[in-house]
Antibody, heavy 122, light 113 residues
């Protein structure tokens, strides 16, 4: 069965960076893309970006451009999301999710990781 | 960016009754070349990640009960739960994928009356 398992909770100081991992299993990793979505307390879901695990094509939300980097390691079936210059407003649960289509374009998200809480506090 | 607006923010429905959630996009998400609406619905229960219910506005994901249905086209969409069950208590989100950035509605909380 398809599973996405994320790394554990993080506490960071303002200005620092965080890197969250997402290990995929149960499917051919390079056949699908991976999205990163965050959910701040009481806020709506917010799309950060996407990587096609086969072609390495990436697309980022303009809101996070320059601060977010999404990568993947095909040998480890793992995707990563690194967010830099952290501020308190970045405190949120960060999710990875698989794209449900096999196109080279972000679509809908059919399987989700369990979420990683990132807390930014001085 | 396409803005997704859901209504109502919350609703309370009796067990076995119909629940209707609305989602409106700030521009059409209907792609004319394939006549498909680039709209999806998710269900999120407390402490869990979202779960895909519906994509292409009306295609039910495998394993999703048939009491869940999606309808609408262009800018106006509806998620209907035909007969509310206790396990349907959750927050429901719509999301467009017509153009990046993918954007989500603010969510509708469904409770039992």
């Amino acid at each position: 069965q398809v599973q996405l398992v994320q790394s554990g909770a993080e506490v960071k100081k303002p200005g620092a960076s965080v890197k969250v991992s997402c290990k995929a299993s149960g499917y051919t990793f390079t056949s699908y893309a991976i999205h990163w979505v965050r959910q701040a307390p009481g806020q709506r879901l917010e799309w950060m970006g996407w990587i096609n695990a086969g072609t390495y094509n990436t697309k980022y939300s303009q809101k996070f451009q320059g601060r977010v980097t999404i990568t993947r390691d095909t040998s480890a079936n793992t995707a990563y999301m690194e967010l830099s210059s952290l501020r308190s407003e970045d405190t949120a649960v960060y999710y990875c999710a698989r794209d449900g289509s096999v196109t080279d374009y972000p679509r809908y998200l059919d399987y989700w990781g369990q979420g990683t809480l990132v807390t930014v506090s001085s | 960016d396409i803005v997704m607006t859901q209504s109502p923010d919350s609703l309370a429905v009796s067990l076995g009754e119909r629940a209707t959630i609305n989602c409106k996009s700030s521009q059409s998400v209907l792609y004319s070349s394939n006549n498909k609406n680039y709209l999806t619905w998710y269900q999120q229960k407390p402490g869990q990640p979202p779960k895909l219910l519906i994509y292409w506005a009306s295609t039910r994901e495998s394993g999703v009960p048939d009491r869940f249905s999606g309808s609408g086209s262009g800018t106006d969409f509806t998620l209907t739960i035909s007969s509310l069950q206790a396990e349907d208590v959750a927050v429901y989100y719509c999301q467009q994928y017509y153009t990046p950035p993918l954007t989500f509605g603010g969510g509708t909380k469904v409770e039992i009356k």
